[in-house]
């Protein structure tokens, strides 16, 4: 069984980071070259246990076995990105829709514009983000994908999270994500776009999903 709490606890995840592959770990922060996983987590440290008032950092674990983190860093208020990490040997489990739905289910956040970033062609993060509600937006970084949802209140977050799942029908689908930014029907969730600015975390990591959740 997995538990998610609300965690900064540098021991498991840095033992989380190096429960996955070089491949996972550039994928996540959106790396070229090597990525050994000590030097992954000493740079990357301080987005990853990033705890209030700067963020949340949810972790889940199988046990005493991290398997999971999902970060969710707030560079100003109202806004936020999002990242979800999954040690290799538990991707395509579920363990990302479950750290995201019990963030959601939080209610801290209805209203806010959070952001994430993925690889082009990762299309495993690509359906996690639009199961979620997200919609994409316009991208600067050439390889990468951006993706925007305006956060509704919980109950209307369940609609849109089972409709996006259960509904196979591209249009009916669509209409789900649209139901999650109908929050923002003046579409302030994407202010930033086109102004030729990357957007990055406090601690200038870029947020992005691992494939396959």
């Not at 398997?67 to 579920?94: H, K, M, T, Y």
């Not at 509704?152 to 999270?161: E, G, K, L, S, Y």
């Amino acid at each position: 069984m997995t538990t998610v709490i609300e965690v900064a606890d540098r021991e498991r995840v840095a033992a989380l980071v190096g429960a996955c592959s070089p491949e996972s770990l550039r994928s996540r922060f959106l790396m070229g070259g090597p990525a050994r996983p000590a030097d992954v987590f000493r740079r990357y440290q301080r987005f990853l246990l990033a705890g209030p008032p700067d963020g949340v950092a949810l972790l889940a674990v199988s046990g005493e076995v991290p398997v999971g983190l999902l970060n969710f860093v707030s560079p100003a208020p109202g806004e936020a990105e999002i990242g979800i990490l999954v040690a290799d040997a538990w991707q395509r489990q579920g363990i990302g829709s479950a750290l995201s739905r019990w963030l959601w289910a939080s209610g801290r956040w209805p209203g806010w514009t959070v952001r994430a970033t993925v690889r082009a062609g990762n299309t495993g993060a690509e359906a996690l983000l639009l199961r979620q509600g997200f919609r994409p937006v316009p991208s600067y970084e050439r390889g990468e994908r951006d993706f925007a949802l305006v956060v509704p209140d919980w109950a209307t977050m369940t609609d849109v999270m089972k409709e996006a799942a259960d509904d196979q029908d591209t249009a009916r689908a669509d209409g789900a994500q649209r139901r999650a930014a109908g929050a923002d029907p003046r579409g302030r969730g994407d202010r930033h776009a086109g102004r030729g600015r990357p957007r990055r975390s406090p601690a200038g990591v870029p947020a992005a999903l691992l494939p396959g959740r």
